[in-house]
């Protein structure tokens, strides 16, 4: 009897759990990233060039979360949300503090700023205040190439699409937050921006390549632009949702800016969703040439294009039947990416798949060099993707249900 009773009991609690605790995938994808210690520096090592994206876009993918959710509780989480924030910005804060080091990174170094930023707020750390002002000065002693363009990394001149997604949100942020008189800094935005467009803008196919060479000596360096030959999907990805993370948060700037940007994302907009796999719905890792032998749609590059689509949709910038556009072409990629990547584990957890290591310009950028680098399961950079497209797959399902 007494076993009867304790068994209906726990019966009842699981039914009410799954009936109460509908884990969405984005809160169930973050809580698996979190589960394996991913996207923080792990204690007694020191983080590697690519650390500092991984940590700054998955934080950027809890603060989604939290903005849009509230509390982990709320959606069912199993992971302390702010408690992955405040632990992640104390494993990296402690690299960033030497302005002069942190040029020797990637610009992908400042998107660790949103997590310095949210613990600043929080708790008033001077680490964090420290972290950011070593950030924004790190920013103007960047070496850059004859036309005023921020070297993406080590390499002279080189300019990537891949650096805007740091290097952008978090000026404008810092600027708006902590040094609102600095005016030059809406031209310098435009400016970057505008470098890359015009050095990579691919005339057949409105999309732009991975980066250009202003000296023009790289041996992949187009004679005119200085451009790479290879559209490739991740780094447009960074572009496209620099554009719209950066809109939504242009309006302390004058005009000029949320107009340029607003231009740039209907211009690629529409030819990202031109370029979208009609079976899929999602994206080639090389863009220009869908079903050719080593190519693949690839996992991080089309979740990103997804998130930036359904966002710039959601938040005004895309409109009537463009909005509907990216609307159909990203709900149509996300339930491919749905089938076809994520992976249910036997302990609960979620795994991604499809995901391209890194491509480099210290390469032949050639078309067989994209093709042929590894895909990762459970690379950051395709679960951060995952949960930021989820969170606006998850809103437009909300925003139609009734
Ligand atoms: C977050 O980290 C800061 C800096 O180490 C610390 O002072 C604070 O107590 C932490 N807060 C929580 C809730 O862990
Ligand atoms: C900052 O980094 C530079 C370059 O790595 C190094 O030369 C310098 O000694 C460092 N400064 C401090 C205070 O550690
Ligand atoms: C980079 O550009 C500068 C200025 O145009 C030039 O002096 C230098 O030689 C270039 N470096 C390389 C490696 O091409
Ligand atoms: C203001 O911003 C511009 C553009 O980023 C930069 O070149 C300049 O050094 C900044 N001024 C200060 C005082 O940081
Ligand atoms: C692309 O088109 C622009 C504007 O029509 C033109 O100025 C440019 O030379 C073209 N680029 C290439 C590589 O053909
Ligand atoms: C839709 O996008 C095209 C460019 O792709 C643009 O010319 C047009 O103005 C946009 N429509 C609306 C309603 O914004
Ligand atoms: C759950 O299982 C997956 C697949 O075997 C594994 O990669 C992951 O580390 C496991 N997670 C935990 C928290 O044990
Ligand atoms: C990921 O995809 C590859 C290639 O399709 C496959 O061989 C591998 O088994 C997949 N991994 C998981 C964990 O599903
Ligand atoms: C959206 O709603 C459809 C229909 O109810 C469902 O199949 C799908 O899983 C939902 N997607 C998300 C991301 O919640």
């Known amino acids: 009897m007494y076993f009867k009773t304790l068994n209906l009991i726990l019966a009842l609690i699981s039914v009410e759990n799954v009936s109460a605790c509908n884990r ?14 991913q996207a923080t520096v792990p204690e007694g090592s020191s983080p590697s060039p690519s650390t500092y994206l991984q940590v700054g876009f998955f934080q950027s993918a809890i603060l989604r979360l ?39 990174y990637p610009l992908d170094r400042l998107s660790t700023g949103n997590g310095l930023l949210h613990q600043y707020d929080a708790f008033k750390t001077t680490t964090a205040l420290e972290g ?11 070496p850059k190439n004859s036309l005023g363009g921020y070297w993406y990394y080590k390499y002279p001149n080189w300019s990537y699409l891949d650096g805007m997604y740091s290097l952008v949100p978090f000026l404008l942020s810092y600027t708006s937050r902590f040094d609102p008189s600095n005016s030059s ?12 467009w015009d050095h990579c ?11 250009y060479d202003a000296s023009k000596t790289a041996v992949w360096a187009n004679s005119i632009t200085g451009a790479s030959p290879i559209v490739w999907d991740r780094s447009l990805g960074w572009y496209l949702m620099t554009l719209v993370d950066s809109l939504e948060i242009s309006s302390a700037f004058p005009a000029r800016l949320s107009k340029y940007l607003q231009r740039r994302l209907t211009q690629l907009s529409e030819a990202v969703i031109s370029a979208a796999d009609p079976k899929t719905g999602c994206w080639w890792q090389v863009m220009t040439y869908p079903e050719r032998k080593g190519n693949y749609i690839e996992s991080s590059g089309s979740a990103m294009f997804v998130t930036a ?14 909005a509907s556009d990216a609307r159909a072409t990203a709900t149509k990629c996300y ?68």
């Not at 989480?77 to 402690?94: C, H």
């Not at 950011?132 to 960047?142: A, D, G, H, P, V």
């Not at 800094?185 to 890359?196: A, E, F, G, P, R």
């Not at 890194?358 to 950051?380: I, T």
């Open 24 to 37: 969405p995938y984005s809160a169930w994808m973050a809580d698996s990233v979190i589960s394996r210690d």
């Open 66 to 104: 939290i903005d849009h959710y509230g509390t982990p509780e709320s959606v069912c989480a199993q992971s302390n949300w702010e408690d992955y924030l405040n632990a992640s910005t104390n494993s990296i804060a402690p690299y960033l503090l030497n302005t002069t080091q942190d040029t020797s």
């Open 132 to 142: 950011l002002k070593s950030l924004r000065k790190s920013i103007n002693i960047q």
């Open 185 to 196: 800094v809406t031209d310098d935005v435009i400016h970057q921006l505008d470098l890359l």
């Open 201 to 211: 803008h691919q005339n057949s196919s409105n999309l732009l390549v991975h980066g």
């Open 309 to 322: 689509l359904l966002r710039a949709a959601r938040l005004g910038y895309l409109t009537g039947e463009n």
């Open 335 to 402: 339930n491919h990416l749905v089938e076809t990547f994520v992976v249910k584990n036997a302990n609960g957890t979620l795994g991604y798949n499809g995901t391209v290591s890194v491509c480099s310009l210290d390469s032949s950028a050639s078309y067989d060099y994209y093709v042929s680098q590894p895909l990762l399961y459970n690379s950051v950079h395709g679960t951060a993707a995952f949960v930021q497209a989820s969170i606006e797959q998850e809103m437009l399902n909300d925003s139609t249900a009734n």
